[in-house]
């Protein structure tokens, strides 16, 4: 049996979120040497979709990416989305004021726009690692009209740990509430998650699930991890994302990415997408 589709998490993943390090050229090589066998890589991001597509650009990708968790399906290279699952705006507007009642300001995300009630400190970080920046609109459940694709909140732990007990406990039936890392925290619809996404995007494919590699380092990749045939953890992953792996590979400063991809090689595990 051999690989046909393989999905990447981004930040800690393809490259290393800690010290900003750009996509390797070990990592490019090794991507770009899968794709010529036939075989396809895609990412599966907590990023908004224009925020993921230079990571296309510099691997070479031309199959749909996920983005938002996996609430967004969209096509690298025309720019058009082809799946989405956005929180209902009554509901959104609900989480926007729980999340303003523990004292904390949320990022909401509507499509490709990042609205902030005001530029701070950690709003501004988040534009740096994103590279968009934010329109700050004062009042956001006057401002957040349409329905939004995701819902962020940055913080320390313990403001964090807040949110998450308080949006989980009124809320948490209608929502994924993923505390990615201590200091954030991602809210989107259920049905947005990478597994689904994943899921579906293998099947518009034609791939079987057996056929499918999913790569991350954090909590909110588990549910690919475990979906799909191979699942593979960074060596920088928390245990609790290790333990759900089949594999676990170097840190992404190590290279892991590419460490993966040519063992896969080595060993005859990589299959062209349209193969019998």
């Known amino acids: 049996m051999g690989y046909k589709l393989i999905a990447f998490d981004l930040d800690g993943t393809l490259h290393d979120r800690a010290s ?15 794709r010529e066998m036939g075989a396809e890589v895609t990412i599966a991001t907590g990023r908004m979709f224009n925020s993921t597509l230079p990571f296309c650009s510099q691997l070479g990708l031309t199959v749909p990416i996920i983005c938002y968790q996996g609430a967004l399906i969209g096509d690298p290279v025309t720019q058009e989305v082809l799946w989405e699952k956005p929180i209902p705006l009554p509901l959104a507007h609900q989480v926007i004021r729980l999340i303003e009642e523990t004292g904390v300001s949320p990022f909401v995300f509507v499509r490709d726009h990042f609205y902030v009630r005001a530029r701070t400190p950690r709003v501004e970080s988040y534009e740096h690692t994103l590279q968009i920046e934010a329109d700050p609109v004062g009042d956001l459940t006057e401002h957040v009209r349409e329905a939004p694709t995701k819902v962020v909140v940055t913080g320390e732990d313990h403001q964090i740990d807040l949110v998450v007990d308080r949006v989980r406990s009124r809320l948490g039936s209608c929502l994924s509430i993923i505390k990615t890392y201590s200091h954030l925290c991602e809210i989107g619809h259920p049905e947005g998650s990478k597994a689904l996404a994943l899921k579906r995007l293998a099947g518009q494919l034609n791939v079987r699930r057996e056929e499918t590699v999913a790569v991350g380092d954090s909590l909110n990749d588990v549910d690919m991890i475990r979906w799909a045939g191979l699942g593979v953890a960074m060596g920088n992953a928390p245990p609790e994302v290790q333990s759900a792996a089949d594999l676990v590979v170097r840190p992404a400063s190590g290279d892991g990415v590419a460490q993966l991809l040519e063992g896969l090689m080595a060993r005859g595990q990589i299959s062209p997408l349209l193969s019998d």
Do not use: H, N
Not at 20 to 34: F, I, L, N, S, Y
């Open 20 to 34: 900003g390090t750009p996509v390797t050229d070990k990592t490019k090589e090794a991507v770009k040497k899968v």
